[in-house]
């Protein structure tokens, strides 16, 4: 007989509790081989969410710290199950399907079953207008946009996944966006996953936690902060190149584009870029270093050569010829004011480029060498 374990975060979930976990259909989930046991992990309520979820046959989990993505981490924690349902306490979540609901795990179709309200159906009052048509669309366009994930309600709060899929999993976040890291993981990790329509209901007790601005931010953010390639290394490799070409075609002097002249000011602005540019493309490598050594993604090309030391040293050599090359253009600088007897001289844009030079080979050492400080202790497989 299988193990069946559904989780249930609540805080001040008295009035709805009860009712929720009843709705499980123990029986006929026993009458198809699975024993089913209830985890309400409880968050500090204060009213009498405890004694109604006892009363309706839950196992009680106290933990105290805040958090939706802590309250199912010390559920999966406790949870002895072979298969393991995510739901909220507030009877949103169809759980009186939740037989229906595991039928691709059971027939081994799927890994992660995640419900879809979209697919599904969403009662009146359910969800606001603001999450319904802007919050929700939107997150889950970029999630999908991202990883290619390829689901249509990435939020939904009704879940399912394989003991052996959750031991592949690398689930650490302690709020809102745990939802987005599930499925992050999973898509990474090549789950087998499956959308089951569902219906959503209005709430039938306590107050929402949800944070609308807040939560979808939080949600945003890790997603981006995720895919270092999209939020730094591309946007840092436009800037980079743009402040490039404008350097490049400023170097000997005014160039006109349909009638606008760019001068000095352009190519000061284009040092900006390469600068600026290139120390956002270091934050995207750090940020994939640092996903790499922690071991929450594979490394890619771009990682795998980096995490190389002999890569680390031709970055320090690199910028060392960098910065030379610019305190050498800046040196013939000097000399020429020398040699002018310190009298004014017209050396604008060769002090731009020397600078620029000379700024890009200084972080170039610098970061090679705080790169190879992450490695010190690491050993990571090329």
Not at 258 to 278: C, E, P
Not at 316 to 333: D, E, P, S
Request: glycine fraction near 10%; proline fraction near 3%.
């Amino acid at each position: 007989m299988r193990l069946l374990s559904i989780i249930i975060p609540t805080l001040n979930e008295g009035d709805v509790v009860k009712e929720t976990i009843k709705s499980i259909p123990i029986k006929k989930l026993k009458s198809f081989g699975i024993k089913t046991e209830i985890l309400v992990v409880d968050g500090g309520s204060v009213d009498n969410t405890v004694k109604e979820a006892k009363d309706a046959g839950a196992n009680i989990i106290y933990e105290p710290k805040r958090g939706y993505g802590i309250a199912y981490l010390t559920g999966l924690n406790q949870a002895k199950g072979d298969i393991i349902i995510f739901a909220d306490a507030d009877g949103t979540y169809p759980l009186e399907i939740s037989d229906i609901f595991i039928k691709p795990i059971l027939d081994n179709k799927a890994d992660f079953v995640i419900g879809s309200r979209t697919k599904g159906k969403i009662l009146p009052g359910a969800m606001p207008w603001l999450h319904r048509y802007i919050g929700n669309p939107l997150l889950t366009f970029v999630l999908n946009l991202l990883f290619n994930a390829r689901i249509s309600d990435t939020h939904s709060g009704m879940r399912a996944l394989t003991r052996n899929a959750l031991n592949r999993l690398n689930l650490k976040t302690h709020g809102m966006e745990f939802a987005s890291e599930m499925i992050i993981e999973a898509v990474r990790k090549k789950l087998r996953i499956v959308e089951v329509p569902i219906e959503y209901r209005p709430r039938k007790g306590g107050k929402t936690k949800l944070k609308s601005f807040q939560d979808g931010w939080r949600h945003l953010r890790f997603m981006f902060l995720y895919s270092p390639t999209v939020l730094f290394l591309i946007p840092g490799a436009l800037l980079f190149l743009i402040g490039s070409i404008l350097m490049i075609l400023l170097s000997k002097g005014t160039i006109y584009i349909a009638n606008i002249g760019l001068d000095i000011h352009s190519m000061v602005l284009g040092s900006l870029f390469v600068i600026l540019g290139f120390q956002i493309m270091v934050l995207g490598i750090y940020g994939k270093m640092y996903a790499a050594i922690h071991n929450m993604v594979e490394p890619d090309r771009t990682t795998r050569f980096f995490l190389r030391y002999e890569s680390l040293d031709w970055g320090i050599f690199l910028g060392i010829i960098l910065f030379l090359t610019g305190v050498w253009f800046g040196f013939g600088i000097l000399m020429h004011w020398v040699g002018s007897g310190f009298g004014a001289i017209s050396e604008l844009r060769g002090v731009i480029t020397a600078s620029t030079l000379a700024i890009l080979g200084v972080q170039m050492i610098f970061s090679s060498l705080f790169i190879s400080m992450l490695l010190l202790d690491k050993s990571v497989q090329n």
